[in-house]
Each structure stands twice: as C-alpha cells, then as structure tokens.
C-alpha cells in the first residue's frame, strides 16, 4: 500500500484551500468525515487496503484556512465545491463514502448531479427528520451524555478525539472549530431539504446503520431506502453512532465489499 | 461620567431546588413547570416601576435588553419596554439606553432602525442606541441562526441599519443575508446624524476590533467582577491605541452589580440572599450552551481558549463554595454602606477607565421594595459623588447631544422639578 500523503488543493476560484489525505492502492474513492472533523483515521488506513482513498476536509477546517468557510453560502454551494474539488483530483466519477455529516453531503452530491457519484455508501448519514424520532443536536449535548449517545464502548479510547477538555487547548479548539465549520450546513436542525431529491440518486447506493445509534436511530435508514431508487441497507447489530472510530475494519470490510462488488 | 440602571426582568421565584433539578436557566428551563404568566405581568410593571423610579430620582439612563427563553431575564423585544419608558420619561433628561434589540435575530434589521427611531422620536431625542451581536443561546439556540454566520450577519444589519437612518435617498441593498430593493425607513431618529451606538460585548476580540474601528461605545456586561473585567477593558484599550484612537474613557461601558444599604453589615442581611439566587440560579447556564462551537470566529476563539477561559472557569469554580463577603471582596457585587460603595466603584470606574457604567440594581429575586431602597440609596448617597468624574477632560460623544449639559435640579422629594 502506498504511504499516506497529504496534498493541499485550491479550490471554488482560489478561495477555499482544504487539505486532502490521499493513501492505499486501488480504484478510486472519497471519503467526507463527520462533523468533528477528519478523525476517522483507522477506517481510512482500512479503505486504502482496496482503494485510493481522498479524504478531504471540508470548508475551513484546515489549519491556516478558516476564514475560507465564507466563501460558501449555503448548501447548493458545497455541493459545487465539491464537483470542482473532484476535478482538482482528476475524479470523474468515484465512489464516495460519507459518515453522519459527511454522508449528508455525500447524499446531496450524488443527488444534484447523479453523473458524479459511481457508488455511494452513506454510513449513518444526518440530512432527513422525522417528528416521532427528532434527532438530538450533538453540537450542544453535555459532554457528559456523549458517550453513551454517540459510542457503543463508552470508555473507548478515540472518545477523547470528540471530547472538549479544557486541559488541551489544541484539542478543544480544533475539534470547536470543526463542529462550527459543519454545523454551518445543517443548524438548527440538519434538514435541508435532501428528502425531495433523494430520487435523483442513481448511483447504486449501500446505507449502513448501526442497530444501536442513539443519536440517528436505525428508524433513518428505511427512511433513507425508501427514498433511493434501488437502495440496500446493511444494519450492523450492536453498531453505535461512531462505527467508523469503533469498528473500522468490519465497516471497511462492508464497504470494500459492497463498492467492488 | 455618565451612570444607568441596567434590569434584566429575572424571574424572581425560582424554586429553592431549580439548580439541581433542571440543567438551565437558559434556553430549555420548562416555562409550564416554572412560571406563572400574572406573576410575569407583575414583574414586567415592577421592572418598570423601578426603572421609572430611578429616573426621577436621578440616574443618568436607563436601560433594558434582549434574551429569549431565559429565566434570568425575559424581555424579548426591548423596544416595548424601551417605547414605555421614553413616554413616562418624558421631561426629565434622562437617556433610555436599549441595550438593546439584538440584530441577527431581526429580521429585516430595518424593523430595529425603525423600532429606535421610535423610541428616539417617542423621547425627544434621549435614546441610546445599543448594537448586540446577541448571546449564542438566544441567537443560534432560540432563534436558530447558524453560529458561524452570526457575526456576518451583524456586520450586515448593523450598516444596513445606519446607512437606513442617514440615507436622504431611498436605496436597495443586496446584501448577502438581507435583500431590500426600497429601503426608505418611516420614522427617522430625532438625533443626527443618528443615535449614539453602544456595543455590548462578553469579551471577543473581534467584538473589541469591532468598536474600536466603528468609533462606537463598547460596553462589557459582566457578572464576573471589575478584576475579571479589567482584563477585557484592558484587551479594548489595546485595540483603541492601536486604531489611532483617543483614550476617551467614555468609549468604554462596564456593568457592575450593586447593592447599597444603610451599613456594610446591613448590606449582607439585605442582599445575600439574592446575590446567591443571582449565581447559583440565574447564571445557572449549560456550558455547551455558552457559546455554541461557531459562534465565535476563529481568533476570538482561540483568544477564548487559550486567555479568557482559564481564568473565568477558574472563577466560576470558586463561586458554589462563595459566602458573602467574598463575592463582595472579589468585587463581583460591590454592596455595603454608601461609603463603602462610592469607594470600591470609584476605584473601580478609575481602574477599568470607564464613562459609561451601568449598574444592576435589581438582582436575582430582590422584591421590589428592597429593590427601591437600593436605587434610594444609591442615587442619593453614591450617585452625586460621581457627577464630575471625567468631565472637563473628556467629552462624552457616546451620550444623546441634548442631555450633555449639567443635570436638572431634583426638587427636595428629589424627583426632578419637571417630571410629570
């Protein structure tokens, strides 16, 4: 497997400059992180035993970048952004795989331009709403509650990537700021509007969805199937909110399977 | 040196168990388990009352503000309360200071450029006009705008709104959040070219940034003490030398809590009680709810992190153990005898160089009769000790033009000679 590497594009007319990790071998696919930022590491070095997988950050997050988030909008913005960032890759049509935030995202760039996404997988994506199941703002829960909302292992040693611990500035900073920069496209509440578009999606699609989220219970997974044309769901028993930090070889597995499949 | 009465409108009858029962005071304490809305009716006509009452006996301004869902204060539109107070106030030369209706959460802004020019109008020309960006708990948590589009957004209205105050011609704006294709606002403000804007703020860089380049007011409203205060003071006079300003210490506001009573022993009988309803429940306040991640730019943010919050974490861990003498030693509420509170505010005034400064009079559950002896008290015995402060140095350019001469004679009831 290649080593990893990191490259920083300009994109959006030289106004936004994400960093983007690229690693592994194989055909191409892009990886959009969640909202507390790129975190998502062991899952990443999982991908690249299959694929080259790019995994950019999105708006203002990179370091020595953050004022760059105001030069999008709103989410017709982003989605743009991200068909030039793929340009600036060379990737016509790759695989694209999003988790909670980044599976939003990744669902509205395969909806607004179906030709752009060859397989999509969205691992517990935010971006739909029920009243009977409202989705709790993680941006806002007591630190205290996290663990038991977000994590199936609730003394897991990657907790400390999303906890704000006032001891490590750098850290509580970093992880504030990413929370600022994502939640610019889904407050108050992450609903805007993807439900409608769904049926544009043509890429063959996997949802993946831990039985045990607490914060997106499994209930948004039908929902997500129902409204792509030709979807499958892979419900991943005892999987909570953070698979991809608590398990991200099975989920690598699921996912390799499914994209070369 | 110019001296107002700020109020919040707390709730006044929280439960004895609120702090252990419920998570906030702000945004998501439960209004039906709470309140009782002819309760509310009461306390808004007292908060009225005592605002009034301190106008005729002879404060300087008087002021009011925004929050929403908030037990500790619960003055949604600022603008009803200030428009009542214009009208009651009307003859003496006392300044209604809205402090004012919150700009990302109005929209179209226009309606507060309208709603001022009202007020101004309404008072003959005694309002102050006060900018806030807004907390993140009223802003992005009640009222749902995102956080990191905040401070856009009220960079936006805020030109929009002088620019619709002083534009002879009708204009468009196509702005980034607000789109106006004929703004020609009904009424103008009295004041020209507009009213004096103040600019509260919690200590953002950006906010201090914001004023100094502006040439408004910047007003820093605290509970946390003078000590804490200074260190933000301090932060906004760098910015001031470094825009080539004036050190005016009329650019600067404080809000500092008070309570006066007959002696220093006195004080802690009439005042404890509140003092510790005022921090153990109305400051009673989620941390994730204060601020929002985003609602603070990147600077300011790590400027928070890395300088600001040390220090006030640091505080707001002593303050469960407090008693009363040392919330009064740390000068978070300075409360004792008249002579003791002349002292520790001029100190405090002189330390922190501020013009404008406004106190909290009514605190946390204070019943409304302890809350007139307090005005009583300060308006008579520590008030007429500042008069001069300042003046002859410094001109007061953030104070209604027609209320800058020497203040009007009270009569001997000490209400002013031409009130009512």
Same mark, same amino acid.
């Given at each position: 497997?290649?080593?990893?590497?990191?490259?920083?594009?300009?994109?959006?007319?030289?106004?936004? *400059?994400?960093?983007?990790?690229?690693?592994?071998?194989?055909?191409?696919?892009?990886?959009?992180?969640?909202?507390?930022?790129?975190?998502?590491?062991?899952?990443?070095?999982?991908?690249?035993?299959?694929?080259?997988?790019?995994?950019?950050? *999105?708006?203002?997050?990179?370091?020595?970048?953050?004022?760059?988030?105001?030069?999008?909008?709103?989410?017709?913005?982003?989605?743009?952004?991200?068909?030039?960032?793929?340009?600036?890759?060379?990737?016509?049509?790759?695989?694209?795989?999003?988790?909670?935030?980044?599976?939003?995202?990744?669902?509205?760039?395969?909806?607004?331009?179906?030709?752009?996404?060859?397989?999509?997988?969205?691992?517990?994506?935010?971006?739909?709403?029920?009243?009977?199941?409202?989705?709790?703002?993680?941006?806002?829960?007591?630190?205290?509650?996290?663990?038991?909302?977000?994590?199936?292992?609730? *003394?897991?040693?990657?907790?400390?990537?999303?906890?704000?611990?006032?001891?490590?500035?750098?850290?509580?900073?970093?992880?504030?700021?990413?929370?600022?920069?994502?939640?610019?496209?889904?407050?108050?509440?992450?609903?805007?509007?993807?439900?409608?578009?769904?049926?544009?999606?043509?890429?063959?699609?996997?949802?993946?969805?831990?039985?045990?989220?607490?914060?997106?219970?499994?209930?948004?997974?039908?929902?997500?199937?129902?409204?792509?044309?030709?979807?499958?769901?892979?419900?991943?028993?005892?999987?909570?909110?953070?698979?991809?930090?608590?398990?991200?070889?099975?989920?690598?597995?699921?996912?390799?399977?499914?994209?070369?499949? | 040196?110019?001296?107002?009465?700020?109020?919040?409108?707390?709730?006044?009858?929280?439960?004895?168990?609120?702090? !252990?029962?419920?998570?906030?005071?702000?945004?998501?304490?439960? @209004?039906?388990?709470?309140?009782?809305?002819?309760?509310?009716?009461?306390?808004?006509?007292?908060?009225?009352?005592?605002?009034?009452?301190?106008?005729?006996?002879?404060?300087?301004?008087?002021?009011?503000?925004?929050?929403?869902?908030?037990? @500790?204060?619960?003055?949604?539109?600022?603008?009803?309360?200030?428009?009542?107070?214009?009208?009651?106030?009307?003859?003496?030369?006392?300044?209604?200071? !809205?402090?004012?209706?919150?700009?990302?959460?109005?929209?179209?802004?226009?309606?507060?450029?309208?709603?001022?020019?009202?007020?101004?109008?309404?008072?003959?020309?005694?309002?102050?006009?006060?900018?806030?960006?807004?907390?993140?708990?009223?802003?992005?948590?009640?009222?749902?705008?995102?956080?990191?589009?905040?401070?856009?957004?009220?960079?936006?209205?805020?030109?929009?709104?002088?620019?619709?105050?002083?534009?002879?011609?009708?204009?468009?704006?196509?702005?980034?959040?607000?789109?106006?294709?004929?703004?020609?606002?009904?009424?103008?403000?009295?004041?020209?070219?507009?009213?004096?804007?103040?600019?509260?703020?919690?200590?953002?860089?950006?906010?201090?940034?914001?004023?100094?380049?502006?040439?408004?007011?910047?007003?820093?409203?605290?509970?946390?003490?003078?000590?804490?205060?200074?260190?933000?003071?301090?932060?906004?006079?760098?910015?001031?030398?470094?825009?080539?300003?004036?050190?005016?210490?009329?650019?600067?506001?404080?809000? !500092?809590?008070?309570?006066?009573?007959?002696?220093?022993?006195?004080?802690?009988?009439?005042?404890?009680?509140?003092?510790?309803?005022?921090?153990?429940?109305?400051?009673?306040?989620?941390?994730?709810?204060?601020?929002?991640?985003?609602?603070?730019?990147?600077?300011?943010?790590?400027?928070?992190?890395?300088?600001?919050?040390? +220090?006030?974490?640091?505080?707001?861990?002593?303050?469960?153990?407090?008693?009363?003498?040392?919330?009064?030693?740390?000068?978070?509420?300075?409360?004792?005898?008249?002579?003791?509170?002349? !002292? +520790?505010?001029?100190?405090?005034?002189?330390?922190?160089?501020?013009?404008?400064?406004?106190?909290?009079?009514?605190?946390?559950?204070?019943?409304?009769?302890?809350?007139?002896?307090?005005?009583?008290?300060?308006?008579?015995?520590?008030?007429?000790?500042?008069?001069?402060?300042?003046?002859?140095?410094?001109?007061?350019?953030?104070?209604?033009?027609?209320?800058?001469?020497?203040?009007?004679?009270?009569?001997?009831?000490?209400?002013?000679?031409?009130?009512?």
């Amino acid at each position: 497997m290649a080593a990893a590497k990191e490259k920083t594009l300009s994109v959006w007319g030289d106004k936004v *400059h994400p960093k983007v990790r690229i690693l592994g071998d194989g055909p191409p696919i892009v990886y959009l992180h969640g909202g507390y930022g790129p975190i998502e590491t062991e899952l990443l070095d999982e991908l690249g035993k299959n694929f080259t997988v790019y995994a950019p950050e *999105h708006p203002g997050i990179t370091a020595g970048d953050e004022d760059s988030y105001k030069a999008l909008d709103d989410m017709w913005d982003l989605v743009l952004y991200y068909y030039d960032l793929f340009d600036k890759l060379g990737l016509k049509s790759p695989a694209v795989v999003g988790h909670s935030f980044g599976g939003m995202i990744a669902g509205e760039i395969a909806a607004t331009d179906p030709t752009r996404v060859g397989k999509l997988v969205l691992i517990s994506p935010l971006g739909l709403w029920r009243d009977d199941s409202p989705i709790r703002n993680y941006i806002v829960t007591p630190q205290t509650e996290l663990p038991a909302l977000l994590f199936k292992d609730q *003394h897991h040693p990657s907790l400390k990537r999303i906890t704000l611990n006032p001891e490590d500035q750098d850290g509580f900073i970093r992880i504030t700021w990413a929370l600022g920069c994502t939640g610019k496209f889904m407050w108050p509440i992450p609903d805007k509007g993807l439900r409608k578009r769904l049926h544009r999606i043509a890429a063959p699609t996997l949802i993946v969805w831990g039985k045990d989220d607490k914060l997106l219970p499994a209930v948004y997974a039908d929902e997500f199937r129902k409204g792509i044309p030709g979807a499958k769901v892979h419900l991943v028993e005892g999987g909570a909110h953070m698979m991809p930090l608590e398990e991200p070889a099975r989920l690598a597995a699921t996912v390799a399977k499914f994209i070369k499949g | 040196m110019k001296i107002s009465m700020f109020h919040l409108m707390p709730y006044r009858d929280l439960p004895d168990d609120f702090a !252990q029962k419920y998570h906030s005071v702000w945004v998501d304490p439960p @209004y039906c388990e709470l309140a009782d809305s002819v309760k509310v009716g009461q306390y808004y006509n007292w908060t009225l009352d005592e605002l009034i009452h301190a106008a005729d006996k002879g404060i300087d301004g008087i002021c009011v503000n925004e929050h929403h869902q908030n037990a @500790y204060g619960f003055m949604p539109n600022p603008d009803l309360m200030g428009s009542i107070l214009a009208r009651a106030t009307n003859g003496t030369d006392v300044a209604v200071v !809205q402090m004012g209706a919150t700009l990302p959460t109005s929209n179209p802004p226009i309606r507060i450029a309208e709603e001022y020019s009202m007020i101004d109008c309404i008072s003959g020309g005694r309002m102050v006009a006060g900018m806030p960006l807004g907390t993140s708990q009223d802003v992005n948590l009640c009222y749902g705008i995102p956080p990191i589009e905040q401070r856009e957004r009220y960079y936006e209205a805020h030109d929009l709104i002088l620019k619709a105050w002083q534009s002879p011609e009708i204009f468009a704006w196509n702005g980034k959040y607000f789109k106006l294709p004929m703004v020609n606002i009904w009424p103008r403000p009295i004041q020209k070219p507009h009213p004096p804007v103040w600019i509260p703020g919690s200590g953002s860089l950006s906010t201090w940034d914001f004023s100094a380049r502006h040439n408004h007011c910047y007003c820093f409203l605290s509970y946390w003490g003078n000590n804490f205060g200074k260190r933000v003071m301090d932060g906004f006079w760098d910015f001031v030398a470094k825009g080539n300003h004036d050190p005016n210490p009329y650019r600067a506001g404080f809000l !500092q809590l008070v309570a006066v009573s007959e002696t220093d022993a006195q004080a802690e009988k009439d005042y404890y009680k509140h003092i510790r309803y005022f921090y153990d429940k109305c400051l009673h306040i989620l941390p994730e709810y204060f601020p929002v991640a985003g609602n603070q730019d990147y600077k300011s943010l790590v400027n928070s992190v890395t300088k600001l919050n040390p +220090q006030l974490f640091d505080l707001m861990n002593k303050i469960p153990a407090w008693k009363y003498k040392d919330f009064v030693d740390n000068q978070f509420v300075i409360a004792g005898s008249p002579a003791t509170v002349r !002292q +520790q505010l001029m100190e405090a005034v002189k330390k922190l160089r501020v013009g404008n400064l406004m106190v909290l009079l009514h605190i946390g559950s204070m019943p409304h009769d302890l809350t007139i002896k307090n005005i009583d008290l300060f308006c008579s015995e520590v008030l007429p000790h500042f008069r001069g402060v300042w003046d002859g140095e410094w001109d007061n350019k953030w104070w209604p033009e027609s209320l800058k001469g020497p203040r009007k004679q009270m009569s001997s009831n000490g209400v002013h000679a031409a009130a009512r």
